[in-house]
């Protein structure tokens, strides 16, 4: 079974920039696509940044230019460098595996969220 852990959120002032990091651990067949996504409160989470297993990425326009996703597929880690955070980026981050387990069955992995406080 494969847990994801995040780490790197924290408080931090408009303009600056914080370093998220995914780390997996566990036994699967292969890591897929990972992402990262975020839920601010109220609201519904919401895809930020993705990463297919053949290494294409995609992010949500409100990041777009601002925030990079990169992944280590040797150990199966996802990074979400970002910079010049605005107030509206405070959310709960958490961290998306697409996973074939050792079972041949697809399934998706949840992190438990590192909380991204942007606040002056």
């Known amino acids: 079974q494969v847990h994801l852990v995040e780490s790197g959120g924290g408080l931090v002032r408009p303009g600056g920039s914080l370093r998220l990091t995914c780390a997996s651990s566990?036994?699967?067949?292969?890591?897929?696509?990972m992402a990262w996504y975020r839920q601010a409160p109220g609201k519904e989470r919401e895809l930020v940044a993705a990463?297919?297993?053949?290494?294409?990425?995609s992010y949500a326009d409100f990041v777009k230019g601002r925030f990079t996703i990169s992944r280590d597929n040797v150990k199966n880690t996802a990074i979400l460098q970002m910079d010049s955070l605005k107030p509206e980026d405070t959310a709960v981050y958490y961290c998306n595996a697409r996973i074939v387990d050792l079972y041949m069955r697809n399934l998706e992995v949840w992190g438990q969220g590192t909380l991204v406080t942007v606040s002056s």
């Open positions: 566990g036994v699967a067949r292969s890591i897929d696509a």
């Open positions: 990463s297919s297993g053949d290494g294409m990425t």
